[in-house]
């Protein structure tokens, strides 16, 4: 791709602004997405490659962002395991959690032909898209999509059947964590081999563990993952969320871009992490419900830190809300365009 500020400013260039998406920017906010919503299950709007691919460009279209994040969930993964997998009104929701059998390995049956769907969604999108609009494709990381498996659903209180688990078998969960790894890769060579520009791996329960602990049981698994996506040519963001200090162990072999949350400052996160690999973030997205005013103040505090810092993307601390205002998600996106960054 000839011009885009995004893959841009991954392969570390200066650019005259940040690059701008936003975490679930399709799937939230936008009122042409809510319209299709009314209308179609979740599971259709994805698993139709028409309607995935559509839904995925509405918000290139509607909010101007940077590029577009393939319209999909990091829940696909234990789907195509063979985890029957339901998205109620209360979340995602699995019929057998793995936590209630003794061998979980015996209740997994992975087979890659049930991805197939999403590289039809993704040959659609590369047809479809506005010129120069970089795609993302994306999968959740080991241990947040481990919990959701043992666990059997979306648990507001921290997944702690899934965690105590994860202390009491760990050969189990090892041996969960390299099925889990083995078909995401193979995942997401074929996000590659069907088109996509740069993939980003969600570890939004990346703060559940003791981070030393954490580090030691998943980081192998996310090494993994990054090496065969880089090899690739394909820039790879990495996003633990809550993981706070453990920003100091963030080095040029774990990824290209961290994603931080919106705990650790900006300025800090530079501070703790590898000077050779960039930034993104990390707006607190409930700021959204706020006035414009008060949005802009905080807006307001990053421009020093953009001047300077040229290997940083602007996104949200973690993905959008239900209910936030459009409007407001669309003044930012203007905002992060408009702004002089007197680079
Ligand atoms: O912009 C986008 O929406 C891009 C596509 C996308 C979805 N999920 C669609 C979705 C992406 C990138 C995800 C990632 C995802 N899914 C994560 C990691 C990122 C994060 O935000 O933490 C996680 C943990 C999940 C698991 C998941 N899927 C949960 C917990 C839920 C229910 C709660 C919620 O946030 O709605 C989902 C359902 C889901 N995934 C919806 C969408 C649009 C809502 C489905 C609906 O309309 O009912």
Redesign the pocket.
């Known amino acids: 791709m000839q011009n885009s500020i995004f893959l841009d400013t991954l392969k570390g260039e200066k650019t005259s602004r940040p690059p701008v998406w936003f975490?679930?920017?399709?799937?939230?906010v936008l009122p042409s997405y809510l319209e299709l919503?009314a209308k179609h299950s979740?599971w259709q709007m994805?698993s139709d490659p028409g309607l995935a691919a559509k839904v995925t460009l509405l918000?290139v279209y509607d909010l101007g962002v940077d590029a577009a994040?393939?319209?999909?969930?990091?829940?696909v993964i234990p789907y195509a395991m063979g985890m029957g997998l339901d998205?109620t009104?209360h979340?995602?929701k699995f019929d057998r959690p793995l936590k209630n059998f003794k061998n979980p390995m015996t209740e997994l049956h992975p087979d890659p032909d049930k991805l197939q769907y999403i590289y039809r969604a993704i040959d659609e999108i590369v047809t479809t898209r506005p010129e120069n609009t970089p795609l993302i494709g994306?999968a959740?990381a080991p241990l947040?999509v481990l919990c959701?498996m043992l666990e059997g659903l979306?648990n507001k209180s921290g997944f702690p059947d899934a965690i105590s688990f994860i202390y009491k078998n760990k050969s189990i969960t090892e041996k969960l964590i390299e099925a889990i790894t083995d078909l995401t890769i193979e995942y997401a060579m074929q996000q590659i081999a069907h088109g996509i520009d740069s993939f980003q791996l969600?570890e939004?329960?990346g703060g559940l563990l003791p981070f030393d602990f954490y580090k030691s049981m998943f980081f192998p698994s996310i090494k993994k993952i990054s090496r065969v996506v880089r090899n690739k040519s394909i820039p790879f963001i990495y996003f633990p969320?809550d993981i706070g200090t453990g920003f100091r162990h963030i080095t040029p072999d774990i990824c290209d871009f961290v994603s931080v949350d919106w705990q650790t400052p900006v300025t800090e996160a530079r501070k703790l992490v590898h000077p050779d690999v960039g930034l993104q973030g990390n707006l607190d997205p409930r700021l959204l419900f706020a006035d414009q005013a008060v949005i802009e103040k905080e807006l307001a505090k990053y421009i020093e830190f953009g001047q300077k810092e040229y290997k940083w993307i602007f996104n949200l601390g973690?993905?959008f809300i239900?209910g936030i205002p459009f409007e407001n998600a669309k003044y930012i996106a203007d905002w992060v365009k408009t702004t002089n960054w007197n680079r």
Request: charged share 20%; proline share 9%; no cysteine.
């Open positions: 975490m679930r920017q399709a799937g939230r919503r979740f994805m918000p994040i393939l319209f999909s969930d990091i829940l998205f009104d979340g995602p994306f959740g947040t959701y979306s969600f939004t329960h969320k973690h993905g239900p």
